[in-house]
Structure formats: structure tokens, C-alpha cells
């Protein structure tokens, strides 16, 4: 099974990277931001030249077993600036100010074996086989992240995909806190 998921976690990847680069080929005038957090772009109608891409949030479902074992989830902060990591453990639901800035990070749904399929966000099990952690993150009031969508996701396993950019703060998922 871990290698099932590995298998489709780097195939996801590949595929990033290729959209990545299909999009450095664009003149500078069509660039924009690529979408942080669970946000894919699917066609409105089928693909051409011109065509508008529209986008499509997905479904966040938790199973009704996650929330009674897991209650909290500890997030490392890096402070690029200080070069010093810090550890907390914060409950599902909380919001937090990152020390030192007026960043906000609020606390969403946690996925001990996130999974997405089609346009839905679940857990197929309560088993941390591949912890996730929704996030959005405001900077003086402002959303930062996710660009779009309600949630931006931390993956304890894979803590460089789709994660939050910002010059001086790293953030992280280290794991799931039982109850």
C-alpha cells in the first residue's frame, strides 16, 4: 500500500512540474500566481487555443472517526530571519499568531490519510499514513494563503508541495495529536 502511494504521489509530481514548465513558456504578459492549496484548473468547455480555464474547489469530506481520535496537530515555524525553528502543538479549529509577526494561522481540517479523488478531500483511513493539515494563513488581516480555495494543506510527508511562500516564515505539519 505505502508503495501504491508513493507510486501516485510521484506521478502527481511529475505532473506538476511539467504544468510548471508548460507555464515558464508563457509570455510574461499571461503569467500570474500558481494556485496554493486544493485548486485545479479544469476546462469550461474542451481545450483549445484561447480557451478560459475555470476553477473548481474541492469538497473537503472528514470521516466521522478522524475528529473523536485527533484533536490537535504540531506545526513547525521557521523563521528564515533568525534561522530558529520552533515547535507548536495547536487544536483543530484554533487560530495562532505566528511570535514576531502579524501572521495568523488558522487551524482547519486534519487528514491522517489525506486522499484526493476527483473533486473531493477525505482520509481513507485514521491511520497517519499521509498527515495533512488545512491552513489559512492572514497577513495583517489579509489572506495570504491559500491564493484561492478555503484551505491551503500542509503534508507532513511531502512538506514542499503546494506549501506557504513567504520571505521570512516556513511553516510545516509535523503530525496528528490523538486525544
Known sequence: MK??????????????F??????????????????????IETPSSPQGHGTPAQKTEFQVVVPPEVPGMWSKVTVVIDDKKTNKKQEFTLKIGDEFNIPDSNLVV???????????????ITSTSNEPNNPSV??????GGTRVF???????WLYAKFPTIHAFQHERFALALKEGVKK
Open 18 to 39: 511539467g504544468a510548471c514548465k508548460k507555464k515558464e513558456d508563457q509570455s510574461s504578459a499571461q503569467k500570474s500566481p500558481a494556485p496554493k492549496g486544493p485548486i
Open 3 to 16: 508503495k501504491f502511494i508513493m507510486v501516485i504521489s510521484m506521478s502527481i509530481l511529475l505532473i506538476s
Open 106 to 120: 488558522r487551524i482547519g481540517p486534519f487528514l491522517p490519510d489525506f486522499k484526493m479523488n476527483g473533486t473531493m
Open 146 to 152: 491559500p491564493a484561492s480555495g478555503q484551505w491551503g
Open 134 to 139: 488545512g491552513v489559512a494563513i492572514f497577513e
